[in-house]
């Protein structure tokens, strides 16, 4: 016995690596593999730039994934905080030794790579949360006062990364912190006072927005009002999701993509080009992979014997969700342009490693679904 945790018996590395679920594993390869094929055409046939380092980053990315898939969850729970404030200490450095690019300060220069704290925070807030609410009984999160904590978890790294300016990373953050307060048991109405604040607070926040998120906004509500100018990524995404038809174009015969009508096609617009140069069948299939780590994710929280376990891969899941729903939707035109990948698929390394870490984490809670980690006043089984 150490500290607040029950030692059952231990797994042997062996026992752990038999435990891994490999099927999660096989369908991110997948998606990777479609990820790196949709780079290589991006480029017009050719692995450079972006394919290939795509292809080193994924490998680098899979040894992580493995590697926290075989670190034992209590050790996770014991470093949740740690790690939480070493993120918050970077998020503030980027105020600090940022590099600045496309108008933004959201990347510290470490030379091999470009590391956006902001991604990281979204692992990073979700281990506090399932670790605060781990330590709570049933009658503690149905007390008001006992969540004034984790709502600072959650405003202090959304205000820094609004001052970025990076509006569609604070809605995650946001959104899937909500994930874990509902998974936790907080109140529905609860959740209501918070929605009517916010929307209380949408004339007041819109004078914080700098001109180009109002511009984005308002090109959202009529985007062919400016077809050259603000409206011109989201018209060109729709003439490419529409011009692909049932079938695609075929492999590297997007003309929207190849002669370069398309913007950001190897990030923000990379689903655009799947949908043009695979059509809707194309599309489909994509979105099928995804949904099967969805259902993983979320029958590996259902699994797991502990609260911290299950918080965990419920927030880490919604995480997922939201990375590929808002891509999805922006490039449809469904919600206004913001800057957020389409996860395992666009060009990118911090998203890419904080993604691939997250999907490592959900499959620690699956090895480790057996093991107790006690909750306050329900004894050891934490049931």
Request: a positive charge.
């Amino acid at each position: 016995m150490s500290g607040s945790y029950q030692r059952p018996g231990e797994m042997s590395l062996v026992e752990k690596v038999w435990q891994i679920n490999w099927g999660l594993v096989l369908i991110v390869c997948c998606l990777a593999a479609i990820g790196c094929a949709l780079l290589y055409s991006a480029a017009n046939g050719n692995s450079d730039p972006w394919a290939s380092r795509q292809a080193v980053r994924f490998g680098i990315g899979l040894a992580a994934m493995l590697g926290l898939a075989l670190v034992d969850i209590r050790i996770l729970y014991r470093y949740a905080y740690p790690i939480f404030f070493f993120v918050m200490a970077l998020l503030l450095a980027v105020e600090f030794l940022g590099s600045i690019g496309m108008g933004a300060q959201r990347w510290i220069d470490l030379k091999v790579i470009q590391l956006q704290p902001s991604e990281l925070m979204k692992v990073a807030l979700i281990l506090a949360l399932a670790r605060y609410f781990n330590g709570l009984s049933n009658e503690e999160i149905a007390t008001p006062t006992f969540l004034i904590v984790p709502l600072c978890l959650v405003l202090a790294p959304t205000a820094l990364v609004l001052k970025q300016p990076d509006l569609g990373t604070a809605g995650i953050l946001m959104m899937a912190a909500a994930a874990v307060f509902w998974s936790a048991g907080v109140r529905l109405w609860k959740f209501a006072v918070v929605l009517a604040a916010g929307l209380a607070a949408i004339p007041i926040g819109w004078g914080f927005l700098h001109e180009y998120q109002k511009q984005r906004v308002l090109t959202f509500m009529n985007p062919e009002n400016d077809p050259l100018g603000s409206g011109y990524h989201i018209m060109q995404s729709k003439i490419a999701l529409g011009s692909g038809g049932l079938l695609g174009k075929g492999f590297l015969q997007g003309t929207q993509t190849h002669n370069n009508f398309l913007p950001e096609k190897q990030t923000d617009f990379i689903f655009s080009m799947l949908a043009e140069e695979m059509g809707l069948v194309g599309g489909l299939v994509l979105l099928f992979l995804y949904l099967l780590v969805l259902v993983y994710g979320f029958a590996i929280a259902l699994r797991s014997r502990n609260q911290f376990g299950r918080l965990l891969a419920v927030g880490l899941t919604v995480n997922f969700f939201l990375y590929l729903f808002i891509n999805i939707a922006m490039v449809m035109g469904l919600i206004p342009v913001v800057g957020v990948p389409l996860p395992l698929i666009s060009y990118g390394g911090t998203a890419m490693l904080t993604v691939m870490a997250s999907l490592g984490l959900v499959i620690s809670v699956y090895v480790h679904r057996d093991i107790r980690i006690p909750r306050r006043g329900l004894g050891e089984a934490g049931d």
